[in-house]
């Protein structure tokens, strides 16, 4: 299986993505999520008829496996489980210099949550005088929910 290496930027007014390891792969959006959409599908172009002659086989077989590298952004993994007919969501990342967790009986809710209470956390750390890195700061941030139930 190839890896794909797909950078991702903070730009003035959104993100941008390219591969660092394939030619002519690039996304762009507003948030990283958009970005990200963005670029899968500039993958799903090299799959058209036109195009898979120049395509890498990787792309073609569906043999590859896409890796994110953040520049000046970043991605939060937000581990989800059911716990006592609630869902609890835990971000354990050194970068929070904590734990936050939120637990909500509805998932729409909890991916709500868990966006304010790291906001309130970060703010926090900031009014404490922690050394928080800007794309944090600015909320440049992706959230990954991994859910385990």
């Known amino acids: 299986m190839k890896e794909i290496i797909v950078v991702i930027e903070a730009s003035k007014d959104g993100f941008r993505a390219y591969a660092e390891n394939v030619f002519g792969l690039y996304g762009a959006g507003s948030t990283i999520e958009e970005c990200k959409?963005?670029?899968?599908?500039?993958?799903?172009?090299?799959?058209?008829?036109?195009?898979?002659?120049?395509?890498?086989?990787?792309?073609?077989?569906?043999?590859?496996?896409?890796?994110?590298?953040?520049?000046?952004?970043?991605?939060?993994?937000?581990?989800v489980d059911w716990v006592e007919e609630n869902y609890c969501a835990i971000v354990d990342d050194s970068i929070l210099d904590g734990v936050v967790v939120v637990t909500e009986k509805d998932y729409e809710k909890l991916k709500l949550s868990v966006a304010e209470s790291i906001d309130f956390h970060v703010k926090g750390l900031i009014d404490g005088g922690g050394v928080v890195p800007e794309w944090l700061r600015e909320k440049k941030y992706a959230l990954n929910f991994v859910n385990r139930f």
Do not use: Q, R, T
């Open 37 to 79: 959409n963005s670029f899968l599908e500039a993958i799903e172009i090299y799959k058209e008829p036109d195009m898979i002659d120049s395509a890498p086989k990787c792309i073609v077989n569906g043999d590859c496996e896409i890796i994110y590298k953040y520049v000046g952004c970043g991605e939060l993994v937000v581990n």
